[in-house]
């Protein structure tokens, strides 16, 4: 047996995960032969010939941090503090009493994934209760709920989106989020 051989028989019992729907929606939108067709699936913005684009305004930020970290050394363990606290003025508002008077704590990971994965086992290890449950939306990214139940939490869903009506599905979203 040569080497791959080898490699792939310790793999050869993993199941598959079932194709992700969104990544689905992408291909069918790029099959689409249609001229006035605007791929807003994955949430990056694309030039008309499929290319990314990134926004000025986020090429200049890019390189003025670039100006400011330019010596490459690590960021500290819980990430940069403006950006930290430029990001909890954002979420809570400035003017926020808890952002006045800095009561609150902020850490900033890599990636969405990686946020979730490290805040999953956060409270699966600092609120080690079973009955631990956590609400994702009915729509999300198919590797969310694994995230979650992979670090032991139960995981339930929560209507918010109705797609006969295109609005926000208020009654489902009170009926699940619903405390019991």
Do not use: C
Request: no cysteine.
């Amino acid at each position: 047996m040569d080497r791959v051989e080898q490699l792939s028989s310790h793999f050869g019992q993993v199941p598959l995960e079932p194709a992700d729907a969104i990544f689905g929606l992408a291909a069918s939108f790029k099959k689409d032969p249609s001229e006035v067709k605007v791929d807003l699936v994955v949430g990056a913005y694309r030039t008309d010939e499929g290319q990314p684009w990134v926004l000025p305004v986020v090429s200049k930020v890019e390189g003025i941090l670039l100006q400011e970290h330019h010596d490459h050394e690590y960021i500290p363990i819980d990430g940069l503090r403006d950006f930290t606290d430029a990001a909890t003025a954002l979420l809570l508002g400035h003017k926020n009493p808890v952002v006045l008077e800095g009561r609150y704590s902020a850490t900033q990971f890599l990636s969405g994934t990686g946020s979730l994965r490290l805040g999953a086992q956060f409270l699966a290890k600092h609120y080690n209760n079973t009955s631990t449950t956590i609400y994702i939306p009915e729509a999300t990214w198919p590797n969310h709920r694994n995230v979650f139940s992979d670090a032991g939490l139960q995981v339930k869903t929560y209507r918010y989106y109705d797609p006969k009506t295109i609005t926000l599905n208020y009654t489902g979203l009170l009926e699940d989020l619903k405390v019991q």
